[in-house]
């Protein structure tokens, strides 16, 4: 498939987008209103020059704050304009900058909305996040000679070969119209070399994830959280789990307060639409079970507690004694491990880690995660671990020693940028 054909494509699936945004809508709030954004009809007005970041998801946000806000405090004379793509993104943007930032939809990628939102930007440069490649965005940003900047970019095995088979021409296309790939490790480099990019347009800049910083004023809300809810108690997180995994984790709880019968979990749904069917499924297995979004305090027989806020996962890994990252019991490839990382928490995942197969490989390598295959290892793990204080400590040192030894991706991407502006 070509750009041309992918375009009519897109544009005979324009009426089933409007269904599925009206299906989304109906079933969650964050899906409501907005729609004009998404086909390019907001006027957007800036008032200064625009740098332009597209985060996708609150995933790809999270990772992007130290470079947006390197950004917003090294060019006070720029606009900078974040979009995204999802309700999750929109709230992450608008939590961590306020109105620092102007913010919206990326529009769906149909050459009229994209080049009205263009048009109104004018953007002197565009830092696309990970993998996010939309082919009438980079063709008309490369047709009006906006430098386009792939940051932080990563391409599993698996959609290399997806790319190889369906969409080769198109794919190589985009590659060819970028100025800039800064991958994050050198077999990701290698698959975009595969599929059309230049090699002197390629760099291993590694991952801004590692570049996490932790506030101290977060360090202090966790504390003061954990004394709330569990002051003398274990605590584990199972952070960004999808349906099937759900049950699998609460089937994992009931097994484990057994044997620690004071043991908390905190799940926290990958989705907002899951948080009241995971809250439905605690009562039905008759776990004493609390909304964080209630507001009620826990007591010693408090069993669970879903975190059905937006934006405070990295808050409550830093309750945890032991981290689960979901996605990675089923087969979606797995959620990024760092965060937790960087707050010093070993680590366990389910074997599907594909979406971050290189960052795992080092944090296996480095004995700060360890990866199972179903719900009974993980049961098993978490019992060992939890018998074993000092081995959770030195795991949880390992991955904080790994952050550390792997940063300097925010200042390589800064440069990037300078470079850009001061040619």
Known sequence: MNRFFYTIFLTLLSPLILLYLAYRAYKSVDYRGRVSERFGLKRLRPTKPVLLIHCVSVGETLAAVPLINGLIERYPTYQIVVTTSTPTGSQAVVKAFAERVLHCYLPIDLPGAIKRFLNDLQPQVCIVMETELWPNLIHQLHQRNVPTLLANARMSAKS??????????????????????????????????????????????GSIKFDINIAPQLIIRQQALKQQWASHRPVWVAGSTHPIEHQQILNCHQQLLNTFPDLLLIIVPRHSERFDE????????????????????????????????????????????????????????????????????????????????????????????????????LTQHIIQLLQHPEKMAQQGANALQLMRDNQGTLQRLMRWVDDQLTD
């Open 160 to 205: 290399q070969r997806g790319y190889l088979k369906n969409a080769a021409p198109l794919m190589r296309e985009m590659l060819q119209k970028l100025h800039h790939v800064a991958a994050q490790f050198d077999s990701d480099g290698e698959r975009f070399i595969a599929l059309g990019l230049a090699p002197e347009k390629l760099e291993i800049a």
């Open 278 to 377: 995971v809250v439905l499924e605690c009562q039905k297995m008759d776990f004493n079970v609390i909304r964080r979004s209630a507001g009620i305090m826990t007591n010693s027989d408090t069993q669970i507690i879903v975190g059905d806020s937006m934006g405070e996962l990295l808050l409550f890994f830093g309750l945890a004694d032991i981290a689960f990252i979901g996605g990675s019991l089923i087969e979606r490839g797995g959620h990024n491990p760092l965060e937790p990382a960087a707050l010093g928490k070993p680590l366990v995942m389910g074997s599907s880690v594909y979406n971050f197969s290189d960052i795992c490989d080092k944090l296996i390598a480095s004995d700060a995660l360890t990866l199972v295959s179903d719900e009974q290892q």
